[in-house]
């Protein structure tokens, strides 16, 4: 009973492995065309399952409290979308005086202009302790 009771613990992992196998034993399920569509699945569905599922564990009192905090998500959002890109082309100014490629440095300008990925973003957030509620609520 007691590897029936591990298994139950850590089915995540279990599955990661059986799927990390499954795929190098039949590598063409997974490609691109292949019976599964990672080309639609992957893109769409399961991110959309994956945001979809992690909401449902929000409270919804937490978040309606959180949506109401206009200065922290006018702060967020001016930090994010309009200091940092500011930021960002004033180094690249200083940069660009420098014998680095150009080409490197308009990919930081495209970078430095890009919000960060919502799902590293929320679980950042997360791992630090963070408000997790008023940070997703930027995201609403």
């Known amino acids: ?3 029936l009771e591990r298994m139950r613990k850590e089915w995540f992992m279990i599955g990661i492995v059986l799927a990390i ?16 569509m990672p080309e639609i699945t992957v893109s769409y569905i399961a991110v959309a399952t994956i945001f979809f599922n992690s909401g449902l564990s929000l409270n919804t009192e937490e978040l309606t409290s959180a949506l109401v ?5 006018l702060f967020i959002q001016i930090f994010t ?31 430095g202009c890009m919000p960060p990925p919502v799902s590293s973003a929320v679980i950042l957030t997360k791992a630090v302790g963070g408000n997790e509620v008023s940070h997703r609520a930027n995201f609403v």
């Open 1 to 3: 009973m007691r590897l």
């Open 21 to 36: 196998a499954g795929a190098k034993l039949e590598p063409s399920i997974g490609v691109n065309g292949g019976p599964l």
């Open 69 to 73: 905090h206009i200065k922290l998500h």
């Open 81 to 111: 979308l309009a200091f940092f890109p500011a930021a960002i082309w004033l180094f690249l100014q200083l940069l660009s005086i420098t014998p680095i490629n150009e080409w490197l440095l308009k990919g930081l300008q495209t970078v």
